[in-house]
């Protein structure tokens, strides 16, 4: 079976090369035949609307084409991501245009003049400057919307975001309208945690970590935008049923050398620090970045379990402390050969110290809630990750306008280390003298990805377009857990066979993709497909087991716009997604961290697949962004922890497919300028879910309404001085086994402008009232438990930045080549 689907996957390469190679005849006249001779003479307009001071495009810019003899208004359009706009279906006539876009003055081009031999009307790339308002001796800089709205995807702008000066892009994250941080730092999308996180349009395994891990290591500073893209479209991985959050960051690409230096401290011991230089010269532009974190956290958790079997209870309170030390680094270059060819490379290493102390203290009592037994534990955890990526990418560039075609590669590899050293003490006077348990585990882990990925983009000719491209995905990880025991009697440490294992988990993927774009009136439409082949095998050395599984697959996506006016659209949307089991979630070995807590992963697990459908309605005014909503998630086959408990008190958790699950809603984003120095932005989300057992289980069923609210208060005071006021809530979320209650913080920060505007000093408040933490309630045939974690959470940050010769934000052409994430979440046993 497996040679075919590799015949397919070269097939879909050769079928990309002879589609470029048969649409790059003469597209010239492949336009003429597209048109008929007879048909009436209908002129365009077009051009690019540029930031003059950044040199960044201006998306999502209001462009209204009027007549000079009367101002009748005759069509509009909606500048792209990448600035360009394109009014067509025009007369032959004399128009001026108006531009208008937030925050910027109001550009008028005059004398535009379409004839019967002259149709189109270039305007070139306009640069308009940001609008400035004097408030007493001091200019007060504009600045972009925080949100703006595109086919597929909603932006929002967050490098004015200050209630995340000196934290991490894990900071960043808690400001985003829809999306969620709980306390282990498992980002979730609409109340779901199956979400996939890119940097730069790749994926965040950031030389191999989690999503979440590497955005604990990425400064908040070096971020320019996050882009949320709930029904991504076929040229995306599949992955991640709840959609995909994309991290932009800072760079430039501007002649000369230009830089950023960033330094943050706070109270709680976090430090953090980000070096970004550039240096363009000729068709060569050199760059390298520095990221560093030393980061501390402390906090406390409690848990109440109740055994419903024999009515005994377990008590148990814990605090721990937690050090990390990471720091990554990057170097690269892009060539441009010549017009048509650029080449980029990149070599990034990322190095990640852990220290984690953590002391339980557990009491078990009777049905009259007396102390019937006790002890404490304490364990000793060190970690250290260590990896390599190198990237490299070719882009070819046609001379017909918005035809290129791209491959990448990447190689990734990585190595991980890990003690635990564990001591458990029990209490003599309960229940007659025991020895203190003591335990060694350690853990050697690997792994390695390998991915090369080609698109293809051809304009046919208007507004239309064809997207082709094909992946092939490689990866494979090796996890060798050893767990020993200090034998009292010998004195000497013994392997514990039965909870030592050895397990390997290899993946391959082949892909490939369809896309066509058009634009039909007042709609733009965009449908596409892709078909993939995953080959897995998971091996249990230990237990001398194989589990192997291959699928395939399809996933349709289909995104349509309507435009009513210039600043008035809808958007409707639907895709397919996936979400993969891997790491800890497929291997069956025990995971042993506490006697009275025992985990397992599920071999026979199968992937979950998501249908999403979304409908949204855009309006912008001068003032006012309004952004409505609603969605409906169909989950088939849903990946779920479960649990369950012996008559002993030992609980086991497992990871089964639900047969069903269902989210639906709605979302209000909204932006309003009060005034020329207050601006606010809100969200508000509603929605219903509901999740289903399957199987011997399918009396387990769980339903709730949530709701979720986010303002942020903005800011813009004379002489360089701004601030940000920000609260949050979020209610209640069902979970198959009962709920996370609500959470609710609020923030401050504020920030001001020095050394002629080249540098600025910022400083913040985190959780004002101290009010951020994590309360669970679980149940089960036979328990019933509740818990709250909470850590050091209200600190002070300071922070300084600088900009090395007018360092503008502009980033490089976004592929978006995707590979799968790399995490070692398997490694946390």
């Keep these: ?83 360009s706009f394109l009014i067509d279906n025009i007369t032959p006539g004399t128009y001026y245009v108006a531009i208008n876009y937030v925050g910027y003055p109001e550009q008028l081009m005059n004398d535009i003049q379409i004839s019967r031999r002259e149709l189109e009307a270039d305007l070139g790339t306009i640069k308009i400057s940001p609008d400035a308002a004097t408030l007493s001796e001091v200019t ?3 600045t972009r919307e925080l949100m703006e709205v595109g086919l597929d995807r909603r932006v929002f702008n967050v490098e004015q975001e200050l209630t995340s000066v000196g934290g991490s892009a894990l900071d960043l994250m808690q400001n985003i309208p829809s999306v969620a941080v709980d306390f282990d730092g498992n980002v979730s999308l609409r109340g779901s945690d199956n979400v996939t996180i890119l940097i730069d349009g790749r994926p965040s395994g950031l030389l191999g970590l989690t999503g979440s891990e590497a955005l604990e290591q990425l400064p908040s500073e070096m971020v320019e935008r996050v882009e949320v893209i709930t029904n991504p479209s076929a040229r995306y991985d599949p992955d991640g049923t709840s959609g995909i959050i994309n991290i932009v960051m800072k760079e430039q690409v501007e002649r000369g050398y230009n830089g950023m230096v960033s330094i943050n401290a706070s109270t709680g011991q976090r430090y ?49 402390d937690f050090d990390m030390d990471a720091h990554n680094f990057t170097v690269g270059l892009d060539y441009h050969m010549n017009d048509r060819h650029r080449l980029t490379t990149s070599f990034g290493y990322n190095t990640r110290d ?47 306008e918005y035809r290129e075609w791209t491959t990448d590669f990447t190689f990734s590899s990585r190595g991980m280390d890990r003690i635990q050293e564990n001591e458990q003490v029990f209490n003599d006077q309960l229940a007659g003298q025991r020895p203190d348990l003591f335990e060694n585990t350690f853990t050697d882990g690997s792994m390695q990805m390998f991915r090369i990925q080609t698109d293809y983009t051809h304009p046919l000719g208007g507004e239309s377009k064809l997207e082709l491209g094909a992946q092939a995905f490689f990866r494979e990880r090796d996890h060798d857990f050893a767990f020993y025991d200090y034998d009292h009697d010998i004195d000497d440490w013994v392997n514990n066979e039965g909870l030592s294992n050895h397990y390997i988990h290899s993946e391959q993927r082949y892909a490939a ?76 070995f025990p995971s042993y961290n506490d006697p009275y807590d025992i985990s397992s992963g599920n071999p026979l697990l199968n992937p979950e697949y998501t249908n999403s459908l979304e409908l949204g309605y855009t309006r912008f005014s001068e003032r006012l962004t309004l952004n409505p909503s609603v969605f409906y998630r169909h989950t088939e086959g849903m990946i779920t922890r479960f649990r369950t408990m012996d008559d002993d008190g030992i609980a086991y958790t497992t990871f089964e497919n639900l047969n069903r699950g269902i ?12 005034s020329d120095w207050w601006r606010i932005n809100g969200t508000v989300s509603y929605f219903y879910r509901q999740v289903e057992g399957g199987g ?57 402008n020095v050394l002629n505007n080249n540098a600025s000093i910022s400083l913040r408040l985190s959780d004002i009232f101290d009010t951020r933490r994590f309360r669970m309630y679980n149940y089960g045939d036979n328990f019933t438990l509740d818990s709250e974690r909470r850590r050091n959470s209200r600190m002070v940050f300071i922070g300084f930045t600088y900009r090395i010769n ?24």
């Design 140 to 142: 007060v800089e504009a």
């Design 1 to 83: 079976m497996m040679p075919m689907y590799r015949q397919l996957f070269f097939g879909a390469i050769a079928l990309l090369a002879m589609a470029t190679l048969s649409l790059a005849e003469n597209p010239e006249q492949r336009g003429q035949r597209g048109s008929g001779e007879s048909a009436p003479p209908q002129g365009e307009v077009r051009g690019v609307l540029m930031d003059e001071e950044s040199q960044t495009p201006l998306m999502y810019a209001s462009v209204v084409l009027f007549t000079v003899e009367d101002s009748t208004m005759v069509a509009g359009s909606i500048s792209k991501e990448d600035g």
């Design 272 to 320: 953090s620090g980000s070096v970004n230089l550039n240096y363009h010269v000729g068709s060569v532009n050199f760059f390298a970045n520095y990221s560093g974190r030393m980061f501390n956290s402390d906090g406390y958790g409690s848990s109440f379990r109740t055994n419903l079997v024999n009515d005994t209870y377990l008590d148990q309170e814990s605090d721990f």
């Design 663 to 674: 989210s639906l809603g709605s979302e209000l984003a909204l932006t309003y300028r009060l």
């Design 806 to 829: 007018e360092y503008e934000r502009d980033r490089r052409r976004e592929r978006d080549a995707m590979d799968d994430d790399m995490d070692f979440d398997e490694f946390d046993m």
């Design 513 to 588: 993709y369809t896309m066509y774009s058009t634009v039909l009136g007042n709609y733009s439409i965009q449908g596409g497909l892709r078909m993939e082949y995953a080959d897995i095998l998971v091996e249990q050395q230990t237990m001398e087991e194989d589990y192997p599984n291959d699928y395939f697959s399809l996933f349709p996506s289909l995104h349509i716009r309507r435009s009513f006016t210039p600043t008035q659209s809808a958007q409707l949307s639907y895709s397919r997604r996936i979400n993969r089991p891997r790491g800890r979630q497929l291997n069956p």
């Design 696 to 752: 011997d289980r399918m009396e387990l069923q769980n339903e709730s309404y949530s709701w979720s609210t986010r303002m942020v208060n903005n800011f813009t005071f004379p002489r360089g001085w701004s601030a940000q006021l920000t609260g949050n809530y979020r209610s209640p979320l069902v979970m198959i086994q009962g709920e996370m209650k609500e959470m609710y913080s609020a923030d401050f920060a504020v920030r001001k």
């Design 354 to 400: 852990m220290d984690r102390f953590n002391y339980t203290d557990y009491q078990m009592l009777d049905s009259q809630h007396d102390l019937d037994d006790a002890f404490f534990r304490e364990t000793l955890n060190y970690m250290d990750h260590g990896g390599y990526q190198v990237n490299l990418s070719h882009e070819l560039m046609f001379d017909q």
